[in-house]
Nanobody, 115 residues
């Protein structure tokens, strides 16, 4: 069992930055692929960025060059650095851990980009 707790969301102006954190409980964190998903009002939850245990990353086209996902396996934590934020980035961001058929979700953290 893995429990995920996100933090770092909030209100930011367009062009600003935020760093989201996701702390994971449980053992063997390093073997999980970790991801951040965003769900805007009225829309489906979509992958924003993911990072494998080996450090390979994948990004949605809409965030390439602006967001960076990273992980610290010693701290059981995954991060999402969000730069040059746009109003369309507004969403609830969920942390996700996956390994084969095991999938875990955090409770989500709200990110609002508005002037």
């Amino acid at each position: 069992q893995v429990q995920l707790v996100e933090s770092g969301g909030g209100l930011v102006q367009p062009g600003g930055s935020l760093r989201l954190s996701c702390a994971a409980s449980g053992s063997m964190f390093s073997i999980y692929t970790m991801g951040w998903y965003g769900q805007a009002p009225g829309k489906q939850r979509e992958l924003v960025a993911a990072i494998t245990g080996g450090g390979s990353t994948n990004y949605a086209d809409s965030v390439k060059g602006r967001f960076t996902i990273s992980r610290d396996n010693a701290k059981n934590t995954v991060y999402l650095q969000m730069n040059s934020l746009k109003p369309e980035d507004t969403a609830v961001y969920y942390c996700n851990a996956q390994r084969f058929n095991l999938i875990y979700w955090g409770q989500g953290t709200q990110v609002t980009v508005s002037s």
